[in-house]
């Protein structure tokens, strides 16, 4: 979760589309280049341990807008391993 709002923040579209898990992947995605994310607060997860298969984390993602304008992304995020690695399935 936290390398996937960096990259969010970074601008990063390649990790963002590597990090998908392929089941659900996108063909591409664009990245709106007016926001800027400056904060993640972590409020809980369920799995997603060492040997969990599965795991879902719940979040608050800050942004600021070019014209001022700021808010919040509030998401449960779900998650599973593939080839032991974090993919990203979508919002629970």
């Known amino acids: 979760m936290r390398a996937r709002y960096s990259a969010?923040?970074?601008?990063?579209?390649?990790?963002?589309l590597a990090s998908w898990h392929p089941d659900v992947r996108p063909a591409s995605l664009e990245l709106d280049?007016?926001?800027?994310w400056y904060r993640l607060d972590l409020i809980g997860r369920t799995?997603?341990?060492?040997?969990?298969?599965?795991g879902t984390v719940d979040f608050h993602a800050y942004w600021r807008a070019a014209d001022g304008t700021a808010g919040v992304q509030s998401g449960n995020s779900r998650f599973a391993r593939v080839d032991h690695l974090w993919a990203y399935?979508?919002?629970a």
Not at 8 to 16: K, M
Not at 33 to 36: A, H, I, K, N, T
Request: aromatic share 8%; proline share 8%.
């Open 33 to 36: 280049p007016e926001l800027r």
């Open 89 to 91: 399935l979508g919002e």
């Open 47 to 54: 799995a997603g341990g060492l040997l969990d298969p599965t």
């Open 8 to 16: 969010f923040a970074l601008g990063n579209s390649t990790y963002l």
